[in-house]
């Protein structure tokens, strides 16, 4: 008894630990830039329509800030089911297959996508090198690069921790987010 709570808890604390980080980083550091975002929207519209002088600039800052609201919402997206999946051959199969198939799926995921992190830092080092920034605001690119490096990292590292819980457990429980829990009382 005592053996089979100690191997759930050890089994299910990484997806607690990482669900808490991505909650954090989506909720608080996306919510903060989606702000910014809507602040820079508001502004340039205002200024355009009101005042017929649209904020200079407006484009690269809303690119900027699009793709760090993207580097902060990846993982936890991962985490709570919000990525395209397609079962077809699952109905197919038995769950055996189902299971083996699940983990070498994300295994591969993560393999590929802790790749792609890294290549986006080491983009992120050579756009520094070459001095890369927006057309209008000179906004370096570098930061943004290494900003996606670890959001895409961040998800990386979910896969990685479903992955091993998939193997072991069977399963892996969804995280859900507040939209879905407004939907269905429990």
Known sequence: MI????????????????????????????????AALMTVILIDVVGRYVFNSPLYGSLDLAVVLLVLIVSCAIGYGGRTGAHVTADMVTTLVGPKFEWISGVCVKVLAAGVTAIWSWRLFVTGETAARLGESTQLLNIPFSPVYKALSIGVGLYAAVLVIEAVVLAVKREVPVLLDESRAMGNPQ
């Open 3 to 34: 053996g089979r709570a100690l191997r759930a808890l050890t089994v299910y604390s990484p997806l607690h630990a990482i669900d808490r980080v991505v909650r954090a980083v989506a909720l608080y550091c996306g919510g903060a830039v989606l």
